[in-house]
């Protein structure tokens, strides 16, 4: 007499007398229990799915950490030291007097996994110095940076290697000729184009470099610095994130505005 099979595994008899016995099939799969050539096992299934499924790694995610601290000497070498110890990659470090005397405000811009970025925050809460840890992450920011670039005025001789690199060797003096002053023109003209594309400002101007000042969030400084390379940088100084939570608007919903901003980072639009 046949066996009769249930909804999920059953079980096949084998057919004609040949002495074969019943056989655990998983009918929903057709896996057989038994090793047929050609045929996965059940333990070839199960293998899999434990030792080969490859292992979901947290993707560094960059936090911005806003710490009120005492205003007192040597607190930011304490900050500054735990997170070094612990290993934590500190990617911009500011920090300023607030309009309370007592009180001094930290910007720490950290790049890590969620997980350690939660470490970070609680173990800067221990402090005895630190009044407050406030994790921007996620949150609908205003984050600003400034940055000032020297630009050289002369254009770098096609033959130096170094002076497309913002090197000074081998670069000539201040232009002589009627011709060199108009290839520095066009040079510096250049430079002004792409200062009013970022919004940059003049701040000085001589015969040999130029220096432009930028303030804005921290992409668009890096691309203003990029762009301004092959012109010849000959110093560059940033100040470092300072960040503030925006303010919400009255019948606003800030969760759809969050998704919007996921959805489009306004860091990767050209500048204007």
């Not at 038994?34 to 899999?48: F, H, L, Q, S, W």
């Not at 000729?177 to 940059?200: C, N, P, V, W």
Request: glycine letters at 8%.
């Amino acid at each position: 007499p046949g066996a009769r099979l249930g909804p999920a595994r059953g079980l096949a008899a084998a057919a004609g007398g040949n002495g074969r016995g019943l056989e655990r099939v998983d009918s929903f799969i057709g896996v057989s229990t038994r090793n047929k050539p050609g045929r996965r096992t059940a333990e070839d299934a199960v293998n899999n799915i434990l030792y080969n499924t490859p292992v979901s790694k947290e993707r560094p995610a960059r936090h911005i950490l806003s710490c009120l601290v005492d205003n007192e000497p040597g607190v930011l070498s304490k900050v500054s030291g735990l997170l070094s110890a612990r290993g934590f990659n500190i990617d911009s470090l500011t920090v300023s007097a607030t309009d309370v005397k007592e009180l001094s405000r930290m910007t720490i811009v950290l790049v890590g996994p969620d997980t350690q970025m939660e470490q970070a925050t609680r173990q800067l809460e221990d402090l005895c110095d630190v009044w407050a840890v406030v994790d921007y992450r996620g949150q609908s920011v205003l984050e600003r940076e400034l940055a000032i670039v020297k630009v050289s005025c002369i254009p770098p001789p096609e033959d130096d290697a170094e002076a497309t690199h913002g090197g000074l060797f081998n670069r000539p003096k201040t232009p002589q000729s009627y011709e060199e002053m108009m290839t520095s023109h066009f040079h510096r003209q250049a430079i002004l184009d792409i200062a009013k594309m970022f919004g940059a400002n003049v701040n000085d101007v001589g015969s040999e470099s130029i220096i432009l000042e930028i303030v804005s969030w921290t992409k668009r400084v890096d691309a203003f610095i990029r762009i301004l390379q092959p012109y010849g940088i000959l110093e560059a100084a940033r100040s470092g994130v300072i960040a503030m939570r925006r303010s919400t608007v009255a019948g606003g919903d800030d969760d759809d505005n969050d998704e919007a901003k996921t959805l489009v980072d306004m860091a990767d639009l050209p500048p204007g």
